[in-house]
């Protein structure tokens, strides 16, 4: 059975621009969450989607964005990149089956880095 | 608010001897808690998880934690460590009705020969 998936797995982008991650959850599971990684901030929640809709949202600037498609696929947005938006970004997916708690798989992440 | 501290940022130990990493909740109401692993340029992996079905956890690799409500705690232990176990470990707690995690701030594994 194959695993959480992410793409790209590395980008490097310039202050200002904007980028899209993508994340494939594991056959079956209807919730993704993401998540950001530095080495000041540690991991931090970013948004968890359900059914495409967003049923939790981390304390981030707008700039950060997310979207569920109807086959659970996820991406992310952040437009107008800043220098601490330099991450690792994972995305985990689970059931969600009702009752709790739910097993998080992550996936490998993507290393965003913004020069 | 849910929250999880781990003390230490940083714990050595030599092959064969005892794994102890700290993790400390605080939450309101009976935790969902997890510890993860994650190696280098990898994605968590989960190691175990309790969920008020037994106090005492164990999970893969050879690792166990214990629920202790009194002390808050929720440590991660293992008997005798590999070299292979060199990794950072993160302690995190769940809410109820969510798949949200809140996150330590992680202890980073190392293992001598």
């Known amino acids: 059975k194959a695993g959480v998936t992410q793409t790209p797995r590395y980008l490097i982008k310039t202050r200002g621009q904007q980028v899209t991650l993508s994340c494939s959850p594991i056959?079956?599971?209807?919730?993704v969450s993401w998540y950001q990684q530095t080495p000041g901030q540690g991991l931090q929640f970013l948004f968890e989607?359900?059914?495409?809709?967003?049923?939790n949202k981390g304390n981030f600037p707008g700039r950060f964005s997310g979207r569920q498609f109807s086959n659970s696929r996820s991406e992310m947005n952040v437009s107008t990149l800043e220098l601490g938006d330099s991450a690792l970004y994972l995305c985990?997916?689970?059931?969600?089956?009702?009752?709790?708690?739910?097993?998080?798989?992550f996936g490998p992440g993507t290393r965003l880095t913004v020069l | 608010a849910q929250s999880v501290t781990q003390l230490g940022s940083h714990v050595s130990v030599s092959e064969g001897a005892l794994v102890l990493l700290r993790c400390n909740y605080s939450?309101?109401?009976?935790?969902?808690l997890f510890w993860y692993v994650q190696y280098p340029n990898q994605g968590l992996q989960l190691l175990l998880k309790?969920?008020?079905?037994?106090?005492l956890v164990k999970g893969i690799n050879g690792f166990e934690a214990e629920f202790k409500k009194s002390e808050t705690s929720f440590h991660l232990t293992k008997p005798s460590a590999h070299m292979s176990d060199a990794a950072e470990y993160f302690c995190?707690?769940?809410?109820?009705?969510?798949?949200?995690?809140?996150f330590g701030t992680g202890t980073r594994l190392q293992v001598f020969p």
């Open positions: 985990a997916s689970s059931w969600a089956l009702a009752g709790g708690p739910n097993e998080q798989f």
């Open positions: 056959s079956g599971h209807r919730s």
């Open positions: 989607y359900f059914s495409e809709t967003q049923r």
């Open positions: 939450s309101s109401v009976p935790p969902y």
């Open positions: 309790y969920t008020s079905a037994a106090t």
């Open positions: 995190a707690v769940m809410g109820e009705n969510t798949d949200k995690l809140i």
